[in-house]
């Protein structure tokens, strides 16, 4: 086919064409723009990162409860337990399993445009699907990291609101504890069975919501071994839980647990002679981001002190 053109034909293509390039550098200098419109930069143990203003695909490690407290459902998260305090609110999120062994092909099918990392060795790796900002999590108070989550998401106000009801709700828990007695009964925290027994500290979980948050009094084997040397746990033989084991007990519960019944040693001890036993869901237990610190203070208050009044 022989294609003709004309002095005037070539003109006007010429002149359709300059205008095409002109309106396609101004779009992708304008797309520009917007970009850096739309981000700003945020300060990390890391270094600086740039950020969605509005981040809308989040996918975040461990404390997705502290992103979900700051009113954003993330598209992407850890591994959910059984009676998690949120486990209803993330029906629609992808699941990723544990964060140590997430899959980058499903993180990037995912198209995230933020990731909340705790886990400082996969900052680089994620940085190359998306921002991605470490928390560093065991060196933060709740309030450090509320705060600075808070901020991230650009959701300042939201933590404020948030953490105020948080500390209204310890402030109230703890006089409400100590009404009943709990300025001078010992409580422990266990995990574990038969053969072997974990000690909770104050670092994480129920041990930092029943220790750091509630002000509960730890028996004094546990204050000096655990607490005072802030280990995260402590494991023991039975042979020795009588010496950390205080006036109630916690136990942090699982499917598929040994019976503790089938000690003697357990069943002698004074707090499951009183009744004065306690078992939280595991689910609820391992996490400590905001919503389920909350529903940890909820839990463990009404508990102990319905064994306080009651035996």
């Not at 997705?64 to 992407?76: Q, R």
């Not at 709700?169 to 266990?190: E, H, M, P, R």
Request: proline share 3%.
């Amino acid at each position: 086919m022989k294609h003709l053109f004309t002095g005037k034909k070539i003109v006007f293509i010429t002149i359709v064409s300059s205008l095409l390039f002109v309106i396609g550098c101004g779009n992708a200098s304008n797309n520009g723009e917007n970009t850096e419109e739309d981000t700003r930069q945020i300060k990390t143990e890391l270094g600086e990162v740039k950020v969605p203003k509005s981040p809308k695909r989040v996918i975040v490690q461990y404390i997705t409860g502290d992103v979900l407290a700051l009113g954003i459902e993330p598209v992407g998260m850890s591994e959910v337990y059984d009676s998690a305090a949120y486990e209803d609110k993330v029906k629609d999120v992808k699941d990723l399993g544990q964060w140590a062994e997430w899959d980058e092909e499903e993180m990037m099918d995912l198209d995230p445009d933020l990731i909340l990392t705790i886990d400082k060795a996969t900052y680089e790796r994620f940085s190359k699907i998306a921002p991605t900002v470490y928390v560093p999590y065991g060196e933060m108070t709740t309030t450090e990291r509320v705060t600075f989550i808070g901020d991230v998401l650009n959701k300042s106000s939201q933590a404020e609101k948030v953490l105020k009801e948080y500390n209204d709700n310890i402030i109230d828990s703890q006089k409400k504890l100590k009404d009943v007695g709990f300025d001078q009964s010992t409580v422990s925290i266990f995990e574990g069975g038969l053969k072997e027994m974990m000690v909770i500290g104050q670092k994480f979980g129920t041990g930092l919501v029943a220790y750091d948050n509630l002000k509960l009094i730890a028996p004094e084997k546990i204050q000096k071994e655990v607490l005072d040397k802030d280990e995260f746990t402590v494991s023991l033989s039975l042979e020795v839980l009588p010496e950390y084991a205080g006036d109630y007990i916690i136990r942090n519960t699982y499917d598929g647990m040994d019976n503790m019944n089938d000690s003697a040693i357990w069943k002698a001890l004074p707090a499951i002679e009183n009744k004065h036993l306690i078992e939280i869901p595991f689910g609820l237990s391992y996490y400590t981001d905001i919503l389920s610190a909350n529903a940890q203070i909820d839990f463990i208050r009404d508990q102990l002190i319905e064994k306080a009044t009651t035996n």
